[in-house]
Nanobody
Framework: QVQLVESGGGLVQAGGSLRLSCAAS????????MGWYRQVPGKERELVAT???????DYADSVKGRFTISRDSDKNTVYLQMNSLKPEDTAVYFC?????????WGQGTQVTVSS
């Protein structure tokens, strides 16, 4: 089992920045990929960014050039630095971890960007 705990969400004005953190515990040695997804009411959860254990990264087109995902393996933590935030980035952001036997989700953290 892997447990994920997110932090760092909040309210920010358009153009501002936030950094999300996700700390993993449990069988962290089995984690292959960690990432962030987001969801707004009435829509499906969508990929924001992922980072593999080899530090390969992938981003949604909508956040490329504005968001940066990074991973501190020693701390079993993944970060999402979000710059130049837009109102359309408003969502609940979920941390995700994929292992060889399954996938795990955090409880989510709200990010609200005011115009």
């Amino acid at each position: 089992q892997v447990q994920l705990v997110e932090s760092g969400g909040g309210l920010v004005q358009a153009g501002g920045s936030l950094r999300l953190s996700c700390a993993a515990s449990g069988r962290t040695f089995s984690i292959m990929t960690m990432g962030w997804y987001r969801q707004v009411p009435g829509k499906e959860r969508e990929l924001v960014a992922t980072v593999s254990r080899f530090s390969f990264t992938d981003y949604a087109d909508s956040v490329k050039g504005r968001f940066t995902i990074s991973r501190d393996s020693d701390k079993n933590t993944v970060y999402l630095q979000m710059n130049s935030l837009k109102p359309e980035d408003t969502a609940v952001y979920f941390c995700h971890a994929r292992t060889v036997v399954g996938a795990y989700w955090g409880q989510g953290t709200q990010v609200t960007v005011s115009s």
